[in-house]
C-alpha cells in the first residue's frame, strides 16, 4: 500500500511554455503533499507544501507565481510551472502524507522536466 | 533554522565489513530524525526513523542528542545495500522535511 504516482515520468517542453505536474495518492488520502526539486547530484529541496482546500505554503525564495500549486482533492495535488525556462530545468518529487500512517511520507518517482 | 549535514558524499566498503554513513543536525527544538534511501533507478523510501527505534534491513540509528548526530550503522555491510542514502529531518507540527545531501553507498563484493 502506499503507493503515489507522478505524470508525466518525463517531460519537454519550450522556453516560455507551462508544463503541469500531477502527484496522485493511490490508495490512501493525503491531506498535505509536498512538492520537492532536485538538481543533479544534489539533495532534495523542499519547494511548498500543498494543502487540500487551501492555499499552498511555499519555501523562502520560491515564487509562488512561476510554480502554481493546485491540491482540488484528498488524492491529487498539481504543480505547473509557468513560462517555463531553461534554469527550470530539474528532477520534481513529490511526497504524500499519510495520516493513517504516524504523518510518514511517501514519494512519487520524480518527473525529469527538461525546458530547451 | 533546521539543517542536516552528511559529511560523507561518497563511501565504499567491502561485502561483510561493518558501515556508518554519518548525519549531524542542527535544530532548536526537539527533531524528528529520519534515513531515507534511494535505490537505483528506484523512488525514495523510508528506512527508518528514530521513534519507532526498528531496526530495518539489519540497519540501525540512535538519536544523540548531545552530539546531535543520527548516524547510521549496519555491522555487516550486503551488496544490495548499495545505493544513495539520505538523513532527514523534521521538527514542529508542519511535518516538513530537511534533507541532508546524501552519502552514496557502494558495497563491493
Known amino acids: 500500500g502506499a503507493v503515489v504516482s507522478q505524470h508525466p515520468s518525463r517531460v519537454i517542453c519550450k522556453s516560455g511554455t507551462s508544463v503541469k505536474i500531477e502527484c496522485r495518492s493511490l490508495?490512501?488520502?493525503?491531506?498535505?503533499m509536498f512538492w520537492y526539486r532536485q538538481f543533479p547530484k544534489q539533495s532534495l529541496m523542499l519547494m511548498a507544501t500543498s494543502n487540500e482546500g487551501s492555499k499552498a505554503t511555499y519555501e523562502q525564495g520560491v515564487e509562488k507565481d512561476k510554480f502554481l500549486i493546485n491540491h482540488a482533492s484528498l488524492t491529487l495535488s498539481t504543480l505547473t510551472v509557468t513560462s517555463a525556462h531553461p534554469e527550470d530545468s530539474s528532477f520534481y518529487i513529490c511526497s504524500a502524507m499519510s495520516t493513517q500512517s504516524s504523518y510518514e511520507q511517501y514519494f512519487g518517482p520524480g518527473t525529469r522536466l527538461t525546458v530547451t | 533554522a533546521q539543517r542536516v549535514t552528511q559529511p560523507e558524499k561518497l563511501l565504499s566498503v567491502f561485502k561483510g565489513a561493518p558501515v556508518e554513513l554519518k548525519c549531524n543536525y542542527s535544530?532548536?527544538?526537539?527533531?524528528?530524525l529520519f534515513w531515507y534511501v534511494q535505490y537505483s533507478r528506484q523512488r525514495l523510501q523510508l528506512l527508518l526513523r528514530?521513534?519507532s527505534r526498528e531496526s530495518i534491513k539489519g540497519f540501525t540509528a540512535d538519536l544523540n542528542k548531545g552530539e546531535t548526530s543520527f548516524h547510521l550503522k549496519k555491522p555487516f555491510a550486503q551488496e544490495e545495500d548499495s545505493a544513495m542514502y539520505y538523513c532527514?529531518?523534521?521538527?514542529?507540527?508542519?511535518?516538513?522535511?530537511?534533507f541532508g545531501k546524501g552519502t552514496l553507498l557502494t558495497v563491493n563484493p
Open positions: 490508495d490512501f488520502q493525503a491531506t498535505t
Open positions: 532527514a529531518l523534521s521538527g514542529g507540527s508542519n511535518y516538513k522535511l530537511t
Open positions: 528514530h521513534i
Open positions: 535544530y532548536s527544538g526537539s527533531p524528528e
